[in-house]
């Protein structure tokens, strides 16, 4: 199966997944996030906003915006790159391509700044091998950084597979969070 085909039976399933099963899931997700020394001891993390697909992490920037410094993606269609910013307050995020939330362009930083990065995905393996979204953002994002932080994908049940096709620019995560 390639990847296309992949997506599309993974997208299939979230897309029928009922609300209250995404939200259980989601909050027992951040719960277990919250545990983790890596966690609790990185002072800036990278996250998503996630779609209404994915993993819930609405509530995850808002409990990370009181403690944390919080970056989120910003797509540069021009470079066709994903450019970090930081994010002070929920209020400050605006619709960007792909009708997704993103931060305002005051501080950009380089990965580098990051301790730890939460990184999305259609589908992941308990191994860390993770299928994105298509357009390889988060490959070249880490391909571009001579220092990559500790990385983990937050996964409904529904997201595990057993293997995904991998090429030689895919980046794996170091962990990947299940309920």
Not at 125 to 130: A, D, L
Request: glycine fraction near 4%; proline fraction near 6%; charged fraction near 30%.
């Amino acid at each position: 199966m390639d990847k296309n085909e992949l997506r599309g039976i993974i997208f299939t399933k979230l897309k029928l997944l009922p609300d209250f099963s995404r939200r259980r899931q989601s909050l027992q997700l951040i719960e277990k996030l919250k545990k983790l020394p890596v966690f609790q001891k990185s002072k800036n993390i990278l996250l998503y906003v996630s779609k209404n697909y994915e993993v819930e992490t609405h509530t995850l920037i808002h409990d990370c915006l009181k403690t944390k410094n919080v970056f989120l993606p910003k797509v540069n269609k021009e470079k066709d790159v994903l450019q970090l910013y930081e994010l002070k307050k929920w209020e400050d995020l605006q619709p960007g391509p792909f009708s997704i939330l993103e931060p305002p362009t005051t501080k950009k930083v380089s990965l580098s700044h990051i301790d730890l990065a939460i990184v999305p995905a259609i589908a992941f393996t308990k191994e860390g091998n993770r299928l994105g979204h298509g357009k390889g953002y988060y490959d070249k994002l880490f391909a571009s950084s001579k220092k990559i932080p500790y990385t983990i994908g937050l996964a409904l049940n529904e997201q595990i597979v057993e293997e995904i096709p991998v090429e030689k620019h895919d980046y794996k995560v170091d962990l990947v969070l299940t309920t």
